[in-house]
């Protein structure tokens, strides 16, 4: 049974920082994309950062650009999200996923086949 655990969510003061991680279990993913959604009452999911197999692809979404760093540990099976400079609109339930597929690169929701369970994250301003 694969499971992507999410931790490191929390409450933080707008300009303040969070780690959030991502360890997978049941399968390894060290050739799959990874990537962080997340989600906020009403709107759709959208993905904030994606990272290939090799770590030399990277996607941002352009309101986290330069703010947000997506790094993979294969080792560990375990994505990170470093988020910096946070603001309160950067609050939602962020969500871990890995794409099922070999070798692929995506930021698309719908190409994600395997999702954790969402951690918080609030930003106080």
């Known amino acids: 049974q694969v499971q992507l655990v999410e931790s490191g969510g929390g409450l933080v003061q707008a300009g303040g920082s969070l780690r959030l991680s991502c360890a997978a279990s049941g399968r390894t993913f060290s050739r799959n994309a990874m990537g962080w959604f997340r989600q906020v009452p009403g709107k759709e999911r959208e993905c904030v950062a994606a990272?290939?197999?090799?770590?030399?692809?990277?996607y941002y979404a352009d309101s986290v650009k330069g703010r947000f760093t997506i790094s993979r540990d294969n080792a560990k099976n375990t994505v990170y999200l470093q988020m910096s400079s946070l603001k309160p609109e950067d609050t939602a339930v962020y969500y871990c996923?890995?794409?099922?597929?070999?070798?692929?690169?995506?930021?698309?929701?719908?190409?994600?086949?395997?999702w954790g369970q969402g951690t918080q994250v609030t930003v106080s301003s």
């Open positions: 996923a890995a794409s099922a597929s070999f070798y692929t690169f995506s930021s698309r929701a719908h190409e994600f086949n395997y």
């Open positions: 990272i290939g197999w090799s770590a030399r692809s990277t």
